[in-house]
């Protein structure tokens, strides 16, 4: 049986030179504390997604935050690097990790999801995030600048530029037809795990491409960086679709 492959497109890059500290991209718009300083460059064929800068008060402060929201791949980063440490910590432990809680629920894999809360009917800031031992899956779709989705793929292998910047990537979905395009590397937030981005035509097509078990490897300059999964993708899918839709499950 064939296998369904997310459709991606290429991205170029280009922010403008009001960007200061380390920017990220932000394809559901600038959230609290964060501020839009550009767009990656568009075109025929290329798409276009915002870029943001966490925002600093002055005399070098962070902004005041009425309700601080916690940016899900900067938990999902904190998680892998913890976890990292964990393992390397307790190498003589091993039976002692392995029936560890956590330890488990990350050889698992889990999904986690996300939603425009102050407006769900706006089938806006959809997010489905699954996390494991390999890295994590992120499946965003549209925001208020951005209209497509994307897909990315975090990892503490992925290489971590102190901007994002533009590279060749080769990704191979197991279907037999690894695609080479552009795509944006960045690092997520201050941690010690880089991400890859690949921008999909639409949340509909995300979600149409979507199978119960997916897999990803992606290779940058030749060497592989990522090589990771994820499982339950049908009740990912049917969630990512009930937010489209305005219906997000609470």
């Known amino acids: ?3 369904k492959a997310f459709f991606v497109l290429t991205l170029t890059f280009g922010v403008t030179s009001a960007a200061f500290g380390q920017t ?7 959230g609290p504390g964060q501020r839009q300083v550009g767009m990656t460059g568009g075109g025929p064929g290329l ?5 943001c800068v966490q925002d600093a008060a002055p005399g070098g402060g962070r902004a005041h935050q009425s309700a601080p929201r916690e940016d899900p791949a900067a938990a999902a980063a904190n998680a892998m690097v913890g976890l990292a440490r964990a393992q390397a910590q307790q190498l003589n432990e091993l039976n002692k990790l392995q029936q560890d ?8 894999g889990y999904w986690t999801y996300f939603y425009d809360t102050k407006n769900p009917k706006s089938g806006q800031h959809c997010m489905a995030l699954f996390q494991n031992l390999e890295g994590a899956v992120q499946l965003t779709g549209p925001g208020s600048t951005y209209k497509g989705a994307m897909l990315t793929l975090l990892g503490l292998d992925i290489p971590k530029p102190a901007q994002p910047t533009p590279v060749k990537a080769t990704l191979d979905q197991g ?3 690894p695609q080479t395009l ?8 201050q941690s010690k795990v880089g991400a890859i981005a690949f921008a999909v035509p639409s949340i509909d097509a995300m979600i149409d491409s979507m199978e119960d078990r997916s897999t990803f490897k992606v290779s940058v300059n030749g060497k592989q960086v990522v090589d990771t999964f994820f499982n339950d993708g049908l ?6 679709r009930l937010c489209a839709s305005g219906r997000p499950a609470k």
């Open 235 to 240: 009740k990912a899918r049917d969630r990512l």
């Open 101 to 108: 809680p956590e330890f488990k629920k990350f050889a698992k």
């Open 47 to 51: 798409a276009s997604v915002p870029v």
């Open 182 to 189: 552009t795509a944006m590397n960045y690092t997520v937030g």
């Open 175 to 177: 279907d037999g037809k």
């Open 24 to 30: 990220f991209v932000c394809p559901t718009g600038p």
């Open 1 to 3: 049986m064939s296998r």
